[in-house]
C-alpha cells in the first residue's frame, strides 16, 4: 500500500480536504484505484452529537457512520462509497485502545500513548486502508491521509509520532507527506510572505516528518521569488512547491494540480511511474469550464435553523449545485434564517423579518433542510404553507418533510395543535413521533442511521418518474423521529398521498401533494449520494420545477433512459 499523507500548518480551514480530495481525483486520473482516510484529532467518538454551528454539517454514510464533512469531499470527488472506519478520531483510538486493556490484552503491562495509542494508529490505518471503496474486489492502489487540525496542536501529536512511525516502517518509497500551507500578503508590504510556512515546516521536521511536496494556498499565483525561497528554507525541491490559489469553483483544483505536474512529483515519490498513466481530466476540465461559462441562475429559498455557517448544510449546496449545473443553470441560494419568517420576529426584529419574507417570495423554489430542536420550526411551517398555497416547488428534507405534514394537518384538516412530540411532548394530535427504537438516554449513535431501502408504493408519482420509474430507491436516513402512522390514512383523504413507505410498509419515507406542480419531502438525505454529473434525482426535480422544465423532463425519460 502506498500512502499520502495531507497535513497542515499556519491555520486551520485552508482546504486540506479539497487538497486532498483532489489528489485523489489525479492519481485516480492516471489509473490508479485511490482510497481516503480523515483522522480527526476531537476526543468525540464521531461527529454525531457535534453541533453544526461548531464543526458543519454531519455526513451520513451507507454504513450509518456520523463522520466529519470532508468524508462527503472525498466521496463526490472519487466517486466511491466509504466506511465509518475511514474517519479515525482520538476518541475511536482512546476507546478502543481502553476496551483491550479492560480485557487484559496488554498482559498487565503499563498502558502508554507510545506504543499503545500510536501503535492503535498505525493498525487501524493499515486495516482501513485495505478496504475496497469503489466497488472493486481488492485494495486500492494509493491511500490519501488527511490529518485534521494544524501541526503543533496539542491533540494531533500521538497521530504525528504513529504518521512518522509507519513512513519509516513501510519505507520511502510508499510514503509521501504533502504539506498545506498559507501564503499571506500584508496589505501595507503587498509582499507573499513566506515566514509562516518556513516555521510551520521546522515544527513538522522537529516532529519527525520532512514534506516532500508543499501546497500553499494564496490569494494570487506565488512569484518565482517566493518559490525558491520556500524551496531553500523549507528543504523542497521548487519543482514540487505546488501553488493553490483562489480559483472560481473548487472543481479546478485538480486541474491546477495536473497543470504544475503535481501527479508526477507523487508519482515519482511513490515509485509509481512506470504503472501510471497520464492524467486524464477530459470529463473534469469539461464540468469546470461549463461551470465557469453558465450565466443563468435560480433563486433557491434555503429556510433553515444553522444558516449562520453555511458548512452547516455543505451537501445541501452541493446537491444543489449538480442539479442546477445539469439543467445549465447557477444556484442562487437566498440563505433564510427561519426563526426571521416567524411572527414574534415582526415585533421583535422587524427588518429581519420582512427581509426574510421579501426574499421567500422572490424565490422559485424552497428548500426546508434537515434540523433538531424546536427553534425555527414555526418559521418552516410558515414557508412550507406559503410554498404549498402558492404553487411554489417544495422540497423537505428528514425534518422539512415532518414540517409538511405538521403544517397540511394543521392548516388542511383543522387540527390546530398538531405538532411532533419532540416539540411538544403533550400535544393532542401527534402527527410526528418518537421512533420505538430510539434511545431516550443516550444521542451519539441512536437515531435511524445509513442506508435504508424504501419501495415506491406508486409508478404514477414525480419521484418515481425522477428516479426512471424504479421500485425502489436506496438513501440514507438520520433521524429518531417519524410520520405517526395513525394519522396516515386521514392525511391521505385529505389529498397527502405517502408515495414511498419503508419494508414494513409502516414508516413513510416520501408524500407528495398531487395538486401541486412539486410538492415533495422525503425522510431520507438525497444530498448526500449526490455527485457532480450524477445529481441526486429530486434536487434535479425540484431545480426542473422551479424553472418550468419538469413536464418535459419527465416525459423524455418516461422509459428509464
Known sequence: MKYVLVSGGVVSGLGKGVTASSVGVVLKACGLRVTSIKIDPYLNTDAGTMSPFEHGEVFVLDDGGEVD????????????????????????????????????????????????????????????????????????????????????????????????????????????????????????????????????????????????????????????????????????????????????????????????????????????????????????????EKFDNITNSVRIAMVGKYVGLTDSYLSFVKALLHACIACSLKPSIDWIAASDLEDDSAKLTPKAHTAAWETLRNAECVLVPGGFGDRGVSGMILAAKYARENNVPYLGICLGMQISVIEFARSVLGLEKANSTEFDAET????????????????????????????????DCITSKLYCNTEYVDERHRHRYEVNPEVIGVLEEAGLKFVGRDETGKRMEILELPSHPFYVGVQFHPEFKSRPGRPSALFLGLILAATSQLEAYINTHQNGS
Open 69 to 288: 464533512l470532508d468524508l462527503g469531499n472525498y466521496e463526490r470527488f472519487l466517486d466511491v462509497t466509504l466506511t465509518r472506519d475511514n474517519n479515525i478520531t482520538t476518541g475511536k483510538i482512546y476507546q478502543s485502545v481502553l476496551e483491550k486493556e479492560r480485557r487484559g490484552d496488554y498482559l498487565g503491562k503499563t498502558v502508554q500513548v507510545v506504543p499503545h495509542i500510536t501503535n492503535a494508529i498505525k493498525n487501524w490505518i493499515e486495516s482501513v486502508a485495505v478496504i475496497p471503496v469503489d466497488g472493486k474486489e481488492g485494495p486500492a492502489d494509493v491511500c490519501v491521509i488527511e490529518l485534521g487540525g494544524t501541526v503543533g496542536d496539542i491533540e494531533s501529536m500521538p497521530f504525528i509520532e504513529a504518521l512518522r512511525q509507519l513512513s519509516f516502517s513501510v519505507g520511502q518509497d510508499n510514503f509521501c507527506l504533502i504539506h498545506v500551507s498559507l501564503i499571506p500578503v500584508l496589505g501595507v508590504v503587498g509582499e507573499q510572505k513566506t515566514k509562516p510556512t518556513q516555521h510551520s515546516v521546522r515544527e513538522l521536521r522537529a516532529l519527525g516528518l520532512t514534506p516532500h511536496l508543499l501546497a500553499c494556498r494564496s490569494a494570487q499565483p506565488l512569484l518565482a521569488n517566493t518559490k525558491e525561497k520556500l524551496s531553500q528554507f523549507c528543504h523542497v525541491p521548487i519543482a514540487n512547491i505546488l501553488n493553490i490559489h483562489d480559483v472560481p469553483n473548487i472543481w479546478h483544483i485538480p486541474l491546477l494540480l495536473r497543470n504544475q505536474n503535481a501527479h508526477h512529483s507523487i508519482l515519482n515519490q511513490l515509485n509509481l511511474l512506470s504503472i501510471a498513466t497520464p492524467p486524464d481530466l477530459h470529463d473534469w476540465t469539461k464540468m469546470a
Open 428 to 459: 393532542p394530535d401527534p402527527v410526528v413521533i418518537f421512533m420505538p427504537e430510539g434511545s431516550r438516554t443516550h444521542m451519539g449513535s441512536t437515531m435511524r442511521l445509513g442506508s435504508r431501502r424504501t419501495l415506491l408504493q406508486t409508478p
